[in-house]
């Protein structure tokens, strides 16, 4: 009888074991985690981690709306300038014995105003500081209530409010760890901080005072744990998840993209019964870029840049270099999932197009081998190659220069570079973030129009845009400045990225979104025994 009984408790203490790791969502962070202080949170690692830690007043959805968070409801008067927050009563910050006898308090609107100072404070430099910019003013009005006055009206402002830049922190544990609040962070978010072994392994655990619920009541997160490893490399990234040692991968890389997708982007046969792949819009428009001042006869020609557009097969560059992922850019410079895009504002494929603009430019300027050269990193010369090849049918002929990136980076700010490539990925998700790189104050190097592009229609638009405050109206907006930028070609968009995500059979909830934001708080992973 007391060795059934010794058998039973070793199946339960099994059973427990195995119980408990499904609730961990293991994943693997290769490119390392410098910062769990929000106020650092720069690089898509640290946001993914401080997202897990820690709420703001509102934070983005899925499809890009903001949505109360820490604030239940808010106000915006005084022409778009002035925006009130009503903050929650049931949000408390993570235990910590600091907090005294019950080891926690609640978060009030001094904690914000608090929080906001210290972005602004030049001694902890923040690289979030830019967010505070357009603001004039911030107070608590009362534990409930915190108020932010713009210098002028700036739609996009909520969602600038959705980094995790704008978490709140309570100040007391901020002053008691100074510097080293980075690794000893208290926050109010679904997970709580457990252990970090840097490059090594992270721990968060379930915060079970969390203020969320999902849509029948029950509180959230539902995992016990997240479970973070820092393997310094994709493919190590990829064998783990392949050998179910992770959960979850996040993008596509050269090491592992033939392996588990086809050409045309569908998943491999031998992982369609273990793997699920999630896909959808990013915000990153990939381009190539015409520097408008250049003094070089090509660059200067409507022409020739139409010419470029028009003279490649998007699509079938997709298939070859990418696997199918990526959307073809077909549109203009802002990217299809963000409001604002149109499909109808850019080029698509007309090879003979192309050679009668390359005909035209020879007639009118009488050089008879016109060319161009293409600017890049080693990281895209594939695509630059193909697009070489292409254009070289059209008469064009084109040579592709391949520059480190700080170079290119460089030279590109201070306009040293006729035609290079470039990415755009948004700060802030909203299309305005994508228009100012053709605002003409916004001249590089003092800003991020590095093609120097220039119209007043389209600086009128751009600045009738901020006090827009019909949401539609200022999409449409958007639309016709994308428009007008593309009817004088000074880029060519190659594609628009998208995010794909890799989880085990056993992972739901776990959702997909422009911005490629992290989010574990809806996530469940079952376990069955085999």
Not at 50 to 77: C, R
Not at 150 to 158: D, E, S, V, Y
Not at 318 to 328: H, K, Q, S
Not at 406 to 415: V, W
Request: glycine fraction near 6%; hydrophobic fraction near 35%.
């Amino acid at each position: 009888m007391k060795y059934y009984l010794i058998i039973f408790m070793f199946f339960l203490s099994c059973s427990s074991e195995k119980q408990d790791l499904t609730n961990v969502f293991r994943y693997n962070e290769h490119k390392n985690i410098s910062s769990l202080d929000p106020a650092f949170s720069k690089d898509i690692a640290d946001i993914w981690a401080t997202n897990q830690l820690f709420n703001g007043l509102v934070e983005m959805d899925d499809s890009l709306h903001v949505k109360p968070s820490i604030a239940k409801n808010w106000i915006v008067s005084d022409s778009g300038k002035t925006y009130t927050f009503k903050l929650r009563n049931n949000v408390y910050f993570h235990n910590h014995t600091l907090f005294g006898k019950d080891s926690t308090r609640t978060v009030n609107a001094s904690d914000f105003e608090y929080s906001f100072n210290r972005l602004k404070d030049k001694q902890i430099a923040s690289p979030g500081s830019w967010i505070l910019n357009k603001v004039d003013s911030f107070h608590a009005v009362n534990d409930s209530v915190f108020e932010i006055k713009l210098k002028q009206p700036f739609p996009a402002f909520l969602g600038l409010l959705t980094m995790k830049y704008c978490s709140v922190v309570p100040k007391e544990i901020v002053e008691h760890y100074g510097t080293d609040f980075r690794a000893n962070p208290i926050g109010t978010g679904p997970f709580k901080f457990k252990r970090w072994e840097e490059n090594l392994k992270l721990i968060f655990r379930k915060n079970n005072t969390y203020f969320e619920h999902d849509k029948q009541g029950k509180k959230l997160p539902y995992l016990e744990a997240v479970s973070i490893t820092f393997l310094p490399d994709k493919q190590s990234e990829f064998l783990q998840f392949a050998q179910g040692n992770i959960d979850y991968v996040s993008g596509l890389d050269a090491s592992y993209k033939d392996e588990i997708l086809t050409a045309n982007g569908q998943l491999r046969d031998n992982y369609t019964n273990d793997v699920n792949m999630i896909r959808g819009p990013y915000l990153n428009t990939e381009y190539l870029a015409f520097y408008m001042d250049s003094d070089v006869s090509e660059i200067q020609s409507e022409y020739i840049r139409k010419a470029v557009n028009y003279g490649f097969d998007r699509e079938k560059m997709m298939i070859y270099l990418r696997n199918g992922v990526g959307i073809p850019a077909h549109g203009g410079f802002i990217p299809k999932g963000l409001p604002g895009y149109s499909q109808k504002s850019g080029f698509n494929y007309q090879p003979e197009k192309a050679k009668e603009l390359v005909e035209l430019f020879k007639v009118e300027t009488g050089i008879k081998n016109p060319e161009i050269t293409i600017t890049t990193t080693s990281n895209y010369l594939s695509f630059c190659e193909y697009i070489q090849r292409e254009l070289q049918k059209t008469g064009l002929l084109v040579s592709v220069n391949v520059i480190p990136a700080s170079s290119l980076k460089d030279s590109k700010a201070n306009g040293k570079l006729d035609m290079f490539r470039a990415s755009w990925v948004a700060d802030y998700p909203d299309a305005e973030n994508y228009l100012s790189l053709y605002y003409s104050k916004n001249f590089a190097p003092n800003g991020p129009n590095y093609t120097h592009f220039k119209s007043k229609q389209f600086d009128l638009m751009y600045e009738q845009a901020f006090s827009e405050t019909n949401t539609k109206k200022r999409e449409q907006l958007y639309t016709k400045m994308d428009s007008l930028v593309m009817a004088t070609a000074p880029i060519v968009p190659m594609f628009y990225d998208e995010v794909v995500r890799f989880t085990r059979k056993n992972i739901s909830g776990l959702g997909i979104n422009p911005i490629n934001l992290l989010d574990l708080k809806r996530v469940k992973k079952t376990f069955k025994l085999n």
